[in-house]
């Protein structure tokens, strides 16, 4: 009898302690939940307040530095720049658009929105559908409303990227059109699919003593899933200086060949600028790539 009483109250004693022990393991769970709800909050905030300097560094890599967005304001979300051509790293050679560059990105469905504002340039909001996967980035331009007109630049701004360009001083209007236009970039190489369209209008230089050089267009058209090269046309529309040339873009590489020459009784006035922008044959200036 006295065994049994002696061993009752240890039972009881470790009865009552059991509970204390899952009271205990309750607060540390909730702990363990609030400092992960904390830092999931953390990194949330920390990522919607990216200042929109990363964007600029992202822009300048991808570019090699020809084209940066300086003056930055607000975030990598939505915020504004000054677009600036160079000619490259550590160029002292630099132009910038006289109107800042406006954007919104957000998230639609498992694709990034991105819409590009600049009431100089652009006709209209751009609309751009950027869709992230592994090793692979795929870019799409939706069709502008307005008639395939993307926007219009002063082609002074080429200036901006160095040679011939600063030597050439062009003026006139620089125009993009696209019916839409999609870039995937895999491994680090380029397709297009989609055509798009750039037009140098009422072309003029002071190195030629002629009111204006004439009018071109530049056409690129891709189909990436027939896995050929992009192709490049250069055609003149009308002027003294005329121009045409081929070319692809494929591989990660650009392969381009043009020639220029002075229509009929130019030839004396456009001399001095076929010498400086090709390699001359004859009465042709010839400009290769790749």
Do not use: K
């Not at 930055?72 to 800042?100: D, F, K």
Request: net charge positive; hydrophobic share 45%; aromatic share 6%.
């Amino acid at each position: 009898m006295t065994r049994w009483t002696a061993l009752r109250p240890r039972r009881a004693a470790r009865a009552a302690i059991a509970p204390a022990a899952t009271d205990t393991a309750t607060p540390r769970r909730s702990r363990r939940w609030a400092l992960l709800g904390a830092a999931l909050g953390l990194l949330a905030g920390v990522v919607a307040f990216l200042p929109a300097a990363w964007l600029a560094r992202g822009i300048a890599s991808a570019t090699d530095q020809h084209l940066l967005f300086t003056q930055t304001r607000g975030t990598v979300w939505s915020g504004s720049a000054l677009p600036v051509l160079t000619a490259g790293p550590e160029s002292r050679t630099a132009l910038a658009l006289p109107g800042r560059l406006e954007w919104s990105l957000h998230w639609r469905g498992l694709s990034l929105e991105l819409q590009l504002r600049q009431p100089c340039c652009l006709a209209a909001p751009l609309v751009l559908q950027l869709q992230p996967g592994l090793d692979r980035l795929r870019v799409t331009l939706l069709p502008p409303a307005n008639g395939g007109l993307v926007g219009q630049w002063p082609a002074a701004w080429l200036a901006g990227l160095g040679t011939p360009w600063n030597a050439v001083q062009l003026s006139g209007t620089v125009r993009l059109r696209t019916p839409g236009l999609t870039l995937e970039q895999v491994a680090g190489r380029s397709r297009f699919t989609g055509e798009a369209t750039l037009e140098l209008t009422h072309a003029a230089t002071p190195l030629a003593p002629i009111d204006t050089l004439g009018s071109y267009q530049l056409v690129l058209r891709g189909d990436a899933a027939s896995g050929n090269a992009s192709t490049i046309t250069l055609t003149t529309l009308e002027g003294a200086l005329q121009a045409s040339g081929q070319g692809q873009w494929g591989e990660g590489r650009l392969r381009f060949r043009g020639e220029l020459r002075a229509v009929d009784g130019q030839e004396g006035a456009l001399s001095n600028l076929l010498n400086i922008v090709g390699r001359r044959q004859g009465a042709l200036s010839v400009i290769s790539i790749g």
